[in-house]
């Protein structure tokens, strides 16, 4: 599976969008890109994935640039609940592990 | 929706002893991973099941054995407990094959404090 890497750390202030970046530029034609993220000692939770086209749920748009070496994840209005580690994995469509590396702490501030 | 369950939250045992984890996925999900992420550490994969066969292996020790059973349930079987097994445990969940990828689905955890 691809290596992703992600900011270390980032802050946004409450009710603005939070854009959290992530570059997987050895990614290839059948790897998936997922989100998940952690707050404090619950499970991991899922967010959203994509292959190649934008992807938009109730919790977060995922914006895919077009060579798919990087993509965006967009929480449109941050709430203090948003606070947590944010983790970008990209794995076969395949059952199979997902490898969890450094993700990005995202702090929401008032 | 139906989510990923754990039991039980908290476990603690003594030095030597041996712990069980269970893990009941997600209806109708036919695999089942298990995880161990230490204080301040990212989640490490240890063992998955496909259809009651084990599908991968990461760093489970040789102490740790894990099994699903014909009801898709899991059980994470931890003997010899060191200090250093104080951990959270997550089992999650997922469909083997699908053809819009295939994203896990945890539970919440199992707490293990070895003292």
């Known amino acids: 599976d691809a290596k992703t890497t992600q900011p270390t750390s980032m802050d946004c202030a409450e009710g603005r969008a939070a854009n959290l970046p992530c570059n997987h530029s050895?990614?290839?034609?059948?790897?998936?890109v997922y989100w998940y993220r952690q707050i404090h000692s619950q499970g991991p939770q899922y967010i959203i994935h994509g292959l190649k086209n934008n992807e938009t749920n109730e919790m977060a748009s995922l914006i895919i640039t077009e060579d798919r070496k990087s993509s965006t994840l967009i929480l449109p209005h941050a709430t203090l609940r948003d606070t947590a580690v944010y983790y970008c994995i990209v794995k076969g469509n395949q059952g199979g592990k997902l490898i969890f590396g450094q993700g990005t702490e995202l702090s929401v501030k008032p | 929706a139906a989510g990923v369950i754990q039991s039980p939250r908290h476990l603690i045992k003594e030095k030597r002893e041996t712990a069980t984890l269970k893990c009941y996925p997600i209806?109708?999900?036919?695999?089942v991973y298990w995880y161990q992420q230490g204080p301040g550490q990212d989640p490490q994969f240890l063992i998955s099941?496909?259809?009651?066969?084990?599908?991968d292996k990461g760093s489970i020790p040789d102490r740790f054995s894990a099994q699903q059973f014909s009801d898709y349930h899991s059980e994470l079987n931890m003997s010899s407990l060191e200090l250093g097994d104080s951990a959270l445990y997550f089992c999650?969940?997922?469909?083997?094959?699908?053809?819009?990828?295939?994203?896990?689905?945890f539970g919440n955890g199992t707490r293990l404090t070895v003292t």
């Open positions: 099941f496909y259809e009651k066969m084990q599908s």
């Open positions: 050895t990614i290839s034609g059948n790897e998936y």
């Open positions: 209806p109708r999900h036919d695999t």
């Open positions: 999650a969940s997922s469909l083997a094959v699908t053809r819009k990828g295939s994203p896990l689905h």
